[in-house]
């Protein structure tokens, strides 16, 4: 039997590579176990609370306790498994046929990847259409008007939300066919980036 002792530093990945992300895809779906809905709320957390300050300690809200209220996932994936979560929306229905998405978010490493923000909306749009949306609004952060419009949104007012200037945005349905399974979503290839 050879026996060989391995240098442990010459394996180590080196702390550049290590800082930075890195998968060969994502999954974009339905929250549907307990650990994608906790990682969820911590990046709604981090994002909302830590980051922009908009909230003190946590932006939870009589929304989340809704029954129509899905909290929707992007997830890093390790062998073709959801791994981590890195983006995250909710979406709700406020009355019959008319569905309301907020709460946008990315973590910081993962912004680059343009796809996960589209691939969230995207979900959030088309699960909606399929369970009877009518109409699909947003309160969108002014920097972000430009990706919305892209993705066949419109502007129909601004309002001060939490001290900060948001775009009442419409989603125009003809643009996302109703989709009939989010709890198994769709995957997006991992080389997406902006």
């Known amino acids: 039997m050879l026996n060989v002792l391995l240098d442990a530093t010459a394996w180590s990945v080196p702390p550049a590579v290590a800082t930075r992300p890195s998968t060969s895809a994502f999954r974009i779906q339905w929250a549907s176990i307990p650990w994608m809905q906790r990682e969820a709320l911590a990046l709604r957390r981090q994002v909302f609370c ?6 003190d300690r946590d932006d939870l809200d009589a929304i989340d306790a809704l029954p129509s209220t899905r909290l929707l996932v992007a997830c890093s994936t390790l062998a073709g498994l959801p791994d981590e979560v890195v983006g995250t929306v909710r979406i709700h229905e406020a009355e019959p046929g008319l569905w309301w998405g907020s709460r946008l978010a990315v973590s ?4 680059r990847h343009a796809a996960l923000g589209t691939g969230l909306i995207r979900l959030a749009v088309s699960s909606a259409h399929a369970r009877g949306c009518r109409e699909f609004l947003a309160h969108v952060q002014l920097q972000n ?5 892209r993705l066949h949104w419109h502007q129909e007012d601004t309002v001060t939300l939490q001290g900060m200037p948001h775009a009442l945005m419409r989603a125009d349905l003809r643009h996302y066919p109703p989709c009939w399974n989010p709890e198994g979503g769709f995957v997006l290839g991992g080389g997406a980036s902006s």
């Open 108 to 111: 910081a490493p993962w912004r």
């Open 145 to 149: 008007v430009p990706l919305f419009e």
């Open 50 to 55: 830590e980051e922009q300050r908009l909230f």
